[in-house]
């Protein structure tokens, strides 16, 4: 009866057309649980050191699944790639290390921030990240005429002008701002810190920048330059295309001692550890990248075709990068949770409720992105996708310890 009513009430050529959408939508469903069985399968062997099993299956993954096509293909092509170098490696004995154990050159360097500014135009994500910092240090540095920003990984400094804009409008003018930029390479800090001081002299804005090539958690602090006249404000965006702390405990302690005004920290939703390992801790790790990854890739899926060049760019310079990072590993434990780890040495969170959570909204209300998910969630605010946090932004503030 259903069928004759559809029938009726529809041209017979759209019934056949949509009797073959939903067939191949159970096709392509079907080929995607096939993959991620495959996947996972494979993901075992790897834990449990059954290198030839995991060879054989990852050859006849990589026969089936292709970075040009579904969103779950294109996931599972990075995963098995990334597999592969660990096997590739483990029959070597040998630690195929990720970016995060060395500076960048600058030929790296330069294709990342190119790839994270074509990000930047596919997804919301960087765009929440930099205006929700920035919100929450606007309102930090009520009252404060002079600044210091220290940001532990400035890139190209995209986040900047956007907070230059804010604090020209202020009534009370700066008397001087501030950032000391982390980065590496010298050249490519040189070259920001040129765009940043251009745009702050559009603004009449009083600006230096300090350059310092390295990690702050392999730094002595005195190269910091802090002045007892300014407020602190530190910038920290997780991610897991190489490290940007260095030494985590020196990273901790090197923040207690500043007893900055603000943190601000932008945090993927996945734990720190690099992968490394074996057994059911690697397994644990991998199944929550791809739970992660499997929505992410999702996202952009959703705005961009399959034969998007930009949706390429991004997949395989920016995610299939952080991807092999996770994966590969290089045996070194990282911080798990930082959030915890900076309550413990007397730094409380700072709700971002009111207007950051209402203008991060207004932000996305603007943008031509569906799917995207805005969470308050005790002071933080999560952007996800669906049903899944991708990123949490949460800001701190230094407290006496009792």
Known sequence: MATKRIERDFPSSTVVKRRRDLEDEEEEDNGAIKLLSLLLQCAEYVATNHLNEASTLLSEISEICSPFGSSPERVVAYFSQALQTRVISSYLAATCSPLSDNLLTVFQSQKIFSALQTFNSVTPLIKFSHFTANQAIYQALDGEDSVHIIDLDVMQGLQWPGLFNILASRPRKLRSIRITGFGSSSDLLASTGRRLADFAASLSLPFEFHPIEGKIGNINPSQLGIRHDEAVVVHWMHHRLYDVTGNDSETLE?????????????????????????????????????????????????????????????????????????????????????????????????????????????????????????????????????????????????????
């Open 254 to 402: 090197i923040l207690r001692k500043l007893k900055p005004n603000l943190i601000t920290m932008v945090e993927q939703e996945l734990s720190d550890d690099d992968g490394g390992g074996g057994g059911s801790r690697f397994l644990g790790r991998f199944v929550e990248a791809l739970h992660y990854y499997s929505a992410l890739f999702d996202a952009i899926g959703d705005g961009l075709g399959e034969e998007s060049g930009e949706r390429f760019t991004v997949e395989q310079i920016v995610l299939a990068t952080e991807i092999r990072n996770i994966v590969v590993g290089g045996g070194r434990r990282k911080m798990m949770r930082w959030r915890e780890e900076l309550s413990r040495v007397g730094f409380r969170s700072v709700s971002l409720r009111g207007n950051p959570a209402t203008q991060a909204g207004l932000l996305l209300g603007m943008l031509p992105w569906n799917g995207y998910t805005l969470v308050e969630d005790s002071g933080t605010l999560r952007l996800g996708w669906k049903d899944l946090s991708l990123l949490t932004a949460s800001a701190w503030q230094s407290q006496p310890l009792d």
